[in-house]
């Protein structure tokens, strides 16, 4: 009776994988003489659904037509010659080489360099660095022998005064590199870093940028990620009589009598990034932020939701609130994350001489005999360029499985490179070191060539960037370079909707707020007696921050505001808001009007651009027409609800 279950579960399963495959290969929709595959929607469908935030777009039918329009647009790019442009074919092919070198990779390295990444990501190694630059056309051997000479001074001297009698910016930099982990500096330089021990100075040893030491003040086990809100008061105000220094004090003698963090961040914070959230910023891990004295205020708080004392970093002054704190994350859930990194970094290079390797077990390859090569290719009378024995010009010199490449071809590539011709060495050495690269150089190609038909996964993020590119070209020729270029029609388009270019109502007043109704009784009282906002400041904080005012010209949308409110002139009533209370002293309303064309150019434009693309695609729409199988839309819903 088991052994009966099984089977009809095994052959249950078998039919449904059955039934998705067929319906993958139905044909969807149509639009013009184009089909498009059940498979080729949802992959774009599944793709982008969990992006969209509001529900009614992942219904099934409301993207259908989005992706309709986007499809019409494609068709259109084609229709046109968009993919026959020289500029076009240029990104594309630049794009398609770097996507290939993220797919030609060997795993086993890889792997192994992911993990010494976790290793490095979960430390923190505190530096300082020598570094001397050259260009390609200097003798590197002149800056070698400096950097060994200011080895000893960087072991010897006090790094500050060394620093100021050094570093230039341009060819000697002299740099307090902080505390760092994996991907925070090139390869070499963090190989060098984490193979010396702590108060040891490394050998000079060589980079992208030139030759450099690092000295090694410290390790520690890595803090993790951070998260914070905060309150920033920038350093420069439009207001001449805000005191950065006083505002964030009275916000911080606010929060210690209980104001909302949230309230005040939105209302008063000037990082508009983080305003909005309530202050909350992204988690950030040491060497993320470039302020010392933040970073390390942030991991200093212990308990959720505590609050920081005011700093000050070059950016303004700040009050911070610990929103959490997690440490680094186990191996299994961020290797995804770190090898793509990997991918990125320059340990990419020692991925590639492990593939290639692999590349020759793989592919059926014939190669020249290098030994005699030296006997058919020699350099010419006055040794300028490399010739070859005529007879051998079209001969087969390598071939890459159906790939063939002719000693002419060689012959190219090896004057091309002819440069490098070192005359201290022999023509032989040359000639097979230039082969090596040849070689190496063709291999990949022929790999990264063939990976449309082998990697359905690369085949597909191809297909989305050529369609982007495709989209965004004509998207720009046909409605974003017409908006902005064509004044007359964008001024008439402006005079046919006026009513929609209209001015937010302002009031003109001071707005102050309280946690507790019974300051703000007292505020009222005062501003009956005629008392000016600074004494009657001065007045109720005189022992602890129980009010804050602003005062000067405000959009009746601005988050300091109550809203859905009729404001106006005098002093309102106390009005319960975010959990606070505020009360206003409206000097003036200045009512809606309508705003000039010459001020607002850039939102007329980005308007007309709408009504453009409305226009375009419903006449796309006409030019091409668009079939949907009713059938299959069907089915396909009832998949996606299982």
Known sequence: ????????????????????????????????????????????YNKNINLVQDQNQKDIDYYINLYSKYKLKLIEAKELGYDLKDSYKKEFTSYKNQLSNAYTTDKEVTESLVKEAYNRTANEIKAQHILVRFQDNQDSLLAYEKIQSLRSRLINEDFLNLRSLLHDGKSIFVEDLGYFSAFKMVYEFENAAFNTLVGQTSTPFRTQFGYHVVKVLDTRPSRGKVQVAHIMISNTQKDSSLVPEIRINELYNSLIQGSSFETLAKQFSDDKSSASKGGVMNPFKSGDINSEVFVDTAFNLNEIGSISKPIQTQYGWHILKL???????????????????????????????KMIEKLVSKYEIFEPNLDLISQLITKNANESSWVLKATK?????????????????????????????????????????????????NLFEYKKNNLINENEEFANILKEYEDGLLLFDIMQDKIWDVAKNDTIALKLFYDNNVSKFKSKEKIIGTIISSKDKKHLKKVIKLWEKSIINKEISNQLNYKSQVIILSTGEFEITDPLLPQNKNFKKGISKIIEFENNYVVLKVQDIIPTKTLPFEKIKGSVISKYQSFLETNWVEKLANKYHIKIDNKVLEELKKSLIK
């Open 1 to 44: 009776m088991r052994i009966f279950s099984f089977f009809f579960i095994l052959f249950t399963l078998s039919i449904n994988i059955l039934n998705s495959q067929d319906l993958d290969s139905k044909t969807l929709m149509t639009i013009g003489n184009q089909n498009i595959s059940v498979k080729e929607f949802l992959r774009v």
């Open 323 to 353: 929103i959490l704190k997690s440490p680094i994350q186990p191996y299994e859930i961020i290797k995804q994350d770190l090898e793509k990194k990997v991918k990125r970094d320059s340990r990419s290079l020692i991925i590639r001489k």
């Open 393 to 441: 010009l079209k001969d087969v010199f390598l071939r890459i499985e159906d790939k063939i490449y002719t000693y002419e071809t060689f012959l190219k590539f090896l004057n091309q490179n002819n440069r490098l011709y070192d005359k201290s060495k022999s023509n032989d050495e040359f000639i097979k070191k230039q082969y090596k690269t040849f070689f190496e150089n």
